[in-house]
Structures are given as structure tokens and as C-alpha cells.
């Protein structure tokens, strides 16, 4: 099936006479003996959570753990290198991923090597003697997008290991285990649930030795999902294909008039032809997400009111919903040091484009 059927039709249950259409929401705990097969206990499995890592599984072409939060399943991923592992990583990236890489440097667990995840070049040159490469594409908040296929297969040539967050982008819009990687990564929490009311992340991967490897950290580190925000997840799951078209759709008409907007001094949207990362985001990019990034032309105070004057758009942290959220980023002291600061990250959400363009426009005149 094609994937925008793929998220309606997969995790269903078993088809039986009279049977249920949608999976129910198990809530028990605990479970008689199990046979070979049964998980034997609430935190080692759950029927909810199977339907929803089913469905996930199905779009990202790999065995997939369901875990209680996007950061629970970064931290399993990194949980399970060698002491000393060196990871090259993005300069910029979501700021806990960045905090906790730095968290580990200084526990002396690992060794990260920083790079600019859209210069090619420098990647390539930063992968001898890599671990694990952990790639975000397109960054957040910066929207820089990475060669995917060309620096995956430079990696795994290497026998590096290779892990791709693809929150941004979703399965729909790229496939990294596909290309190559060994763990697809999402904040289930953003665009895959869709609707701002769910907590959770998720590890794909089709090696299952590295599938067991995570398991057991699921399970012996503890950072399992809640049943029902599994069933929330895929409830939510089922309409990705279209909450992301009309959103796409929505940013680029955005971005398009950000850029054209006498305050707006940059754009950041790889949709956009002008953009710095469009020629590579065409190459294998199905879609071009839904986030925008954009710097205006005045202080860090000026963007901050311009943020807290929208009466649609919701200023929050956090981005993938079914509504416009944003913010300026380094209102956040994590956030990366060379993040712009007067640059303001917009999660375009399904509204009506007309309205979410004259409440952007009637916030960027309050200053």
C-alpha cells in the first residue's frame, strides 16, 4: 500500500467475524503465565503499544519500540554505546538532544564531533573512527538538510553505526532505513499523534539484534508509553497523510510571503526554490514539512513581542499539531549558541492560510 493508506489501515486488529475494527486500549498490568511468545509483564509489552509500533513499523519500513517520550527513545539509542563511542553529530540540532550529548561528554561517557550536517564534506571527513552518526534532517530549528543517501552509504561503508531523527520530516517525506540507517527516530509527540495532546517517541530499525539491544533497554531502563496515549498516538496516527499535505501546503505559501515581508531579514524553509537546501531536499525529499524558521529585522525583544501579539497562533514550545504554534528559540537557554537570536520557529499548523497569514502579518506590525 501506499502510505498515506499504510497509516489508516495498518495496526488494525486480527479480521473476525464481528471482531472490532480499531485495537482496544489494554490496561492491565499484569498478565496470567505467558506461553513462549507472551510478554509476561506490563513493562516488557502491551497490545496497545504493539498496534501503535505496527502502524509506525509499517511506515518506516523497520521493527519499531514505542517509548515515553521522543528524548526516553534518544536516550535508549545513545544508552547502549560503548563508554568512550565517538558520535558525530549536528551543530544544530533539537536542544535535548544537544544537552544531553553535552550531559555525557561531561559524565565522560562518549565523544562528540560537532558538523554541519548540510556540508557534505565535512561530515564525510568527521566519520573515521565514528560510532554511531546521528543525524537530524532537516535540523531543528535551523531547517539545514543533510545528503541523506550520500552520507548514509559513506557511513555504513565505514561500518559506522547511523541514526536519523525524522521528526520534521515523517516517513511520508523520507524513509531513512530505506537509505541505509540503522534506527529511524521520531517525537511521536509532534507530527505522527498530530494534535499537541501526547508524549512519546519512537525507535525503528530492521536489525534485530539492534532491535533486541533496545528492547531490553525499554525494558530494564523502564521508559515505556501509557496505553492509552499509545491508542491517543494512533488515533491521531490515522489522518498524518492528510494533516501533513494541508500543512505543507500552508508553509509554502507561508514561507513564500515571509520572504517578500519588509521585516523578515531570512527565511528558512527547504521548500522554497531560494532556499540553501532545496536542490538537496529535491533529490529525495517527497515533501518539504512543515516548519518554517524566519529572522526578523530587529532585536531579540522585538521578536519576542511579535510571538506574544498572534491571536491564532499559539506561542509554545513545541511543533508537529494540528494547530500554528512558535516562538523564539533562544527564549531557551539551551538552545544552540549560534541559533540566531531574533529567529522565531513556526509550526505551520491546518488553519485556514489566509488567517494564519493576517494574524502573522498583524503581529509583525507591533513593533
Avoid at 145 to 162: E, M, R, S, W
Avoid at 191 to 219: C, P, W, Y
Avoid at 339 to 348: D, K
Wanted: with cysteine.
Amino acid at each position: 500500500m501506499r502510505p498515506a493508506s499504510t497509516v489508516v489501515a495498518a495496526g488494525r486488529p486480527a479480521v473476525t467475524a464481528d471482531g472490532d475494527l480499531n485495537p482496544s486500549i489494554s490496561l492491565s498490568s499484569t498478565s496470567h503465565a505467558p506461553n513462549a511468545a507472551g510478554s509476561g509483564y506490563g513493562r516488557y509489552g502491551n497490545q496497545t503499544w504493539s498496534a501503535l509500533e505496527d502502524a509506525i513499523g509499517a511506515l518506516e519500513g523497520g521493527r519499531t519500540l514505542a517509548f515515553a517520550s521522543g528524548m526516553a527513545a534518544i536516550s535508549a539509542a545513545f544508552s547502549i554505546l560503548p563508554r568512550g563511542a565517538v558520535i558525530t553529530a549536528s551543530k544544530h540540532g533539537y536542544s535535548g538532544t544537544m544537552s544531553l550529548l553535552k550531559k555525557l561528554v561531561a559524565d565522560e561517557r562518549i565523544q562528540v564531533r560537532y558538523v554541519d550536517v548540510a556540508n557534505t564534506q565535512e561530515v564525510l571527513d568527521a566519520l573515521p573512527g565514528t560510532v554511531l552518526l546521528w543525524l537530524e534532517s532537516p535540523t531543528n530549528p535551523a531547517l539545514e538538510v543533510a545528503d541523506l543517501p550520500t552520507i548514509i552509504a559513506a557511513a555504513k561503508a565505514l561500518n559506522c553505526g547511523v541514526g536519523v531523527d525524522n521528526t520534521f520530516a515523517t516517513a511520508l517525506n523520507q524513509q531513512p532505513i530505506a537509505m541505509g540507517a540503522d534506527i529511524s527516530m521520531n517525537s511521536v509527540t509532534k507530527f505522527l499523534s498530530g494534535h499537541s495532546d501526547v508524549l512519546m517517541g519512537s525507535l525503528s530499525t530492521n536489525d534485530e539484534a539492534l532491535f533486541t539491544r533496545l528492547e531490553d533497554q525499554r525494558k530494564l531502563g523502564g521508559a515505556i508509553p501509557g496505553p492509552f496515549e499509545c491508542w491517543l498516538a494512533l488515533r491521531g496516527l490515522r489522518t498524518l497523510a492528510i494533516r501533513l499535505k494541508a500543512s505543507q501546503e500552508n508553509a509554502l505559501e507561508i514561507a513564500t510571503r515571509l520572504s517578500k515581508h519588509a521585516k523578515v531579514a531570512k527565511v528558512r524553509y527547504p521548500g522554497l526554490p531560494t532556499d540553501a537546501h532545496h536542490q538537496t531536499a529535491k533529490k529525495f525529499m517527497k515533501g518539504f514539512g512543515a516548519v518554517i524558521s524566519f529572522e526578523i529585522h530587529g532585536t531579540p525583544a522585538d521578536a519576542d513581542k511579535v510571538c506574544s501579539s498572534s491571536t491564532l497562533i499559539a506561542q509554545a514550545t513545541s511543533l508537529g499539531g494540528v494547530e500554528s504554534l512558535w516562538e523564539r528559540r533562544h527564549r531557551w537557554s539551551a538552545e544552540s549558541p549560534t541559533i540566531p537570536e531574533n529567529l522565531i520557529r513556526l509550526s505551520v499548523g491546518i488553519e485556514d492560510v489566509e488567517d494564519i497569514w493576517a494574524d502573522i502579518d498583524s503581529a509583525l506590525g507591533y513593533y
